[in-house]
């Protein structure tokens, strides 16, 4: 039975969503003033395996992830690069999408714009007007009234009312300072929607008031969910409903948040030029969702000899073999290693240790029984396909090209190829020490090699 980490009441739930199989899931996307760091990645692929994990469970997944595609940051932007909005936003949306699919990522079934959804917001705010939830300051924007809401609700969400009150009220509505023209018209003036109010309106407007979870990184938790919580309670009263909350720990740097303020932003399609998806996707939940993630490159170095170690173990074995009735009760066990991780509020480190002690049992059976072996590595690889794990073939991925410069990588063919048939011609004169001696040459130029009849030898790095 699943039970996943309720961020609103702090503690492991029982997943039981409003429906009996179907799941509507909300996701706070990006923000299209940059392009998408390592920690946005760290998000949409946790909610990723969820999802799938999720389908496998027998649920019809409704995935909702917004864009915002309007704040101060894109306006500024688009300003130095003096282009419009629009162009700024699609320009890194494309990107956003290339970054996702490059980490083979599922697309949600919506992704709603905040510039396509400005007059429900507005509609919305009026709302709030009316009900005296807000007000309009002295600058003529329209503000939250923080006072007004504990005077009716009188509780909390997920912090103290000390905590929200130092926040103070928020903005629902920004009039546009003297010369600015990036806004809509509005009954307040020319203007543009606050952070919070985003949110609120487009979850609840997508999905019909009915949100079994409600996602997004850990650093979103306060103020912006707090708020969302109480305009979305504010708006909707007793047909507000939001089941679960889940909340991915940050990538850290050095002990601190990754930020552009800081300079400590590690894009995602830079590493992705220097490292295969199952690297960075190993790496990014190589501690639990829920824990902060320290970023350093040398543990990226050490997670791509860790994939290299789980594709040599699947490599050379018949991954096309069918299933007997034993079969399947013998990996039960198996199954249940797998279940009990995953259903534990989704304990990826866990599942990345049953790969490697089904590794170490495919290392072991290899040359005394390959079906079994075999069959072994086919039900590892369904277990890391719910990570995204495994799916390239194995020949494609050890032999790839990914880590090398191409003057560097041509010659070094040249080199392996050269010792290559040294050895074969060592080896047809049956010298054998010699022979071996040049198998750990290539060993430590990263080459494994396989020697077949005929003198023939197939090799492929271990990058």
């Known amino acids: 039975m699943l039970k996943i980490f309720n961020t609103l009441s702090k503690k492991k739930e029982i997943f039981y969503p409003f429906l009996k199989n179907n799941i509507n ?34 649920y019809n997944c409704n995935y909702i992830r917004n864009i915002t595609d309007i704040d101060n940051k894109i306006i500024e932007k688009s300003n130095k690069k003096n282009i419009s909005l629009s162009v700024l936003s699609n320009i890194m949306i494309n990107n956003m999408h290339n970054d996702f699919n490059n980490l083979n990522l599922s697309t949600p079934n919506l992704e709603p714009r905040i510039t396509d959804n400005i007059n429900i917001i507005i509609l919305s705010i009026i709302k709030l007007l009316k009900n005296n939830y807000a007000y309009i300051d002295i600058n003529g924007n329209v503000i939250f009234s923080l006072k007004n809401f504990y005077n009716k609700y009188k509780y909390f969400f997920f912090n103290s009312k ?42 609840n407007n997508y999905l019909n008031n009915i949100i079994d979870i409600h996602g997004g990184g850990s650093d979103l938790i306060f103020p912006h969910h707090e708020n969302e919580l109480i305009q979305s309670k504010c708006l909707f009263d007793i047909n507000y409903n939001i089941k679960y909350w889940m909340h991915t720990g940050l990538v850290i740097y050095d002990g601190n948040k990754l930020s552009k303020s800081n300079n400590k932003i590690f894009l995602l399609y830079k590493l992705l030029n220097k490292y295969f998806p199952d690297v960075i996707k190993y790496y990014l939940l190589s501690k639990h969702y829920r824990k902060n993630l320290n970023f350093d490159i040398n543990i990226l170095d050490i997670c791509k000899k860790t994939i290299n170690k789980l594709y040599l173990g699947i490599h050379g074995l018949d991954l096309n073999l069918s299933f007997t009735k034993n079969d399947i009760s ?10 009990n991780y995953m259903n534990n509020d989704l304990n990826i480190p866990g599942v990345h240790k049953l790969l490697f002690l089904m590794l170490s049992e495919i290392n072991k059976l290899r040359h005394k029984n390959f079906i ?57 004169k049956n010298n054998w020490k010699k022979a071996d001696l040049l198998r750990k040459k290539l060993r430590k130029l990263n080459v494994i090699i396989n020697d077949k009849d005929d003198y023939i030898t197939e090799w492929f790095f271990i990058n």
Not at 330 to 339: K, S, W
């Open 162 to 203: 000390n905590n929200i009150i130092k926040e103070n009220n928020f903005i629902l509505w920004k009039l546009n300072k003297k010369n600015d023209l990036n806004g809509w018209n509005s009954p307040w003036g020319l203007g543009r929607p606050g952070w919070h109010i985003e949110c609120s309106v487009i979850s």
């Open 330 to 339: 013998f990996f039960n066990y198996y199954d249940n290693i797998f279940l």
């Open 372 to 428: 079994l072996a075999s069959k072994l590595a086919i039900k590892m690889k369904y277990y890391a396909s719910f990570l995204g794990l495994l799916e390239y073939d194995s020949k494609y991925f050890l032999t790839n090209k990914y880590f090398y410069k191409k003057k560097y990588y041509l010659k070094l063919i040249n080199k392996i190829k050269f010792l290559i048939n040294y050895r074969n011609e060592e080896r047809k």
């Open 25 to 58: 899931i909300y996701v706070c996307g990006v923000t299209t003033s940059s392009y998408c760091h390592i920690g946005h990645g760290r998000t949409f692929y946790f909610f990723d395996v969820l999802i799938k994990y999720l389908k496998y469970l027998g």
